[in-house]
């Protein structure tokens, strides 16, 4: 019994016009990243388990794909002792699929520091991989876009990178929001409701706001130990309203026993004001102390983005991460960076119907195959065709016209172009227009004039 084919749940198989729409995103976003001076590098799909691991926080690293070693993986295992999932994962697994870019780029930098002129920036437009529970919007083979510099400490990158998240939106249409907060401001407020050991249980849970409820994030940090009391002084702040300016105000005093939160409230402030001296085309921007982005390497501004009009969560994020390249021995390398989430802003232009005809990407002419004689025909008008970077091609056989001419109406070509012998004889051309059903006479000078117009 033949096996029915199938792939893994939160995977997908991509069509051609799913796959023209997906390039003409990543097209948009790599022409702003270079706009930017940003350029491109590529790394592995996979690393050594030891570089992803404890990079995540406990949560990100259940979620790590781990590949198991090739032969007998099982050999290094102690039956009597290891048949633990902790201690039987570093004995049948060294390398795992990478959960994002921003681990394996410092990875990169601190492998290549010889090699890179600071500040350094790069963009990486590749797969990545969550054993995640698949819903909408969420997916364990997804692509991300991301924009990173490294080497500098300047806010004039948080403007940039909001900046730039802004011309991408702009260019594809698509009404956002840009939230920023602070790490700085996050560790102030643990400070300030004495559970300054507790920060990392608490964005975790702060992160979920959106997605849980408050009472939910209410019953995770008192599952995580943290204080009714700590609770009871974090509540007013999370409830807190206003536009970004009031809201700076209030956290001012509410963290006005706390150095690190007003460092924090300071960054901010600086990049919104710097921003709005620039002005943004599309996007808004917003200070929203419900962010979190719980990953554990974020040490200052963070950035989360949404679209307006549609419930699909967040479609970009980053942040700054001062420290991360320290835990591949590379100390003082301040980075900064942000990431586009391909899979989801697919689904959200779609869903608003903004994208644009993509009809120039696809086949533009079809030849029909009438014999040998006409191909070899076609074949010269077809060269001539490709090199005025005309999409075009002939039908492969002199099967039936009704057979060549659905094969033309499946695929979206506009035009189809019949060559026998009074052709050949006049040099002109017989083009039907598929969309009106229209024929013309042309010479291959004018159907090419005609279609690149």
Do not use: H
């Amino acid at each position: 019994m033949a096996q029915k084919p199938s792939i893994p749940k939160g995977t997908r198989d991509f069509s051609p016009a799913v796959m023209l729409k997906r390039n003409y995103l990543m097209g948009v976003i790599k022409k702003a990243f270079q706009t930017f001076g940003y350029l491109p590098i590529e790394t592995p799909s996979m690393e050594n388990l030891s570089t992803l691991m404890g990079k995540y926080g406990e949560e990100g690293d259940r979620l790590i794909f781990k590949i198991l070693n090739s032969g007998d993986y099982l050999k290094k295992v102690d039956a009597t002792t290891d048949f633990e999932a902790k201690k039987m994962t570093s004995k049948i697994s060294e390398k795992a699929l990478r959960y994002d870019l921003t681990v394996p780029f410092a990875r990169y930098v601190v492998q290549n520091q010889n090699e890179i002129t600071l500040p350094f920036k790069r963009y990486q437009i590749q797969p990545v991989w969550r054993a995640d529970r698949p819903q909408k919007g969420r997916f364990r083979e997804f692509f991300q876009c991301d924009a990173d510099v490294v080497g500098s400490k300047s806010l004039l990158y948080e403007v940039e990178l909001i900046q730039l998240y802004d011309t991408v939106f702009t260019a594809l249409n698509l009404p956002a929001v840009i939230k920023l907060n602070n790490r700085k401001v996050l560790s102030g407020i643990a400070e300030v409701i004495g559970e300054a050991d507790k920060l990392i249980d608490i964005t975790v849970a702060i992160d979920k706001l959106d997605k849980i409820g408050l009472e939910k994030v209410k019953e995770e940090m008192q599952n995580k130990g943290i204080s009714d009391i700590a609770i009871s002084k974090l509540d007013p702040i999370l409830k807190m309203s206003g536009d970004a300016n009031q809201k700076l105000v209030t956290m001012k005093e509410v963290l006005s026993n706390s150095e690190i939160g007003l460092e924090g409230i300071a960054e901010i402030q600086t990049v919104i004001d710097k921003v709005t001296v620039l002005g943004l085309d599309s996007a808004e921007l917003d200070f929203d102390l419900t962010l979190a982005r719980g990953l554990n390497y974020y040490t200052g501004s963070i950035f989360e983005v949404e679209a307006k009009g549609v419930q699909m969560g967040s479609i970009g994020g980053g942040g700054r991460y001062d420290d991360l390249t320290g835990i591949f021995g590379l100390k003082d390398m301040p980075g900064i960076g942000i990431s586009f989430g391909l899979d989801r802003i697919y689904l959200v232009i779609e869903e608003l119907g903004l994208f644009p005809s993509l009809e120039a990407d696809i086949t533009q002419v079809l030849f029909v195959n009438f014999g040998a004689t006409e191909a070899d025909y076609c074949l010269k008008a077809l060269r001539d065709l490709r090199k005025s970077g005309i999409n075009s091609e002939l039908y492969p056989d002199a099967a039936k016209m009704k057979k060549q001419m659905n094969y033309a109406d499946k695929k979206g070509i506009p035009y189809v172009v019949l060559v026998g012998e009074d052709e050949m004889k006049s040099g002109l051309l017989t083009v039907k227009n598929m969309n009106d059903g229209t024929q013309e006479n042309v010479s291959l000078v004018d159907l090419i004039k005609k279609l690149n117009a």
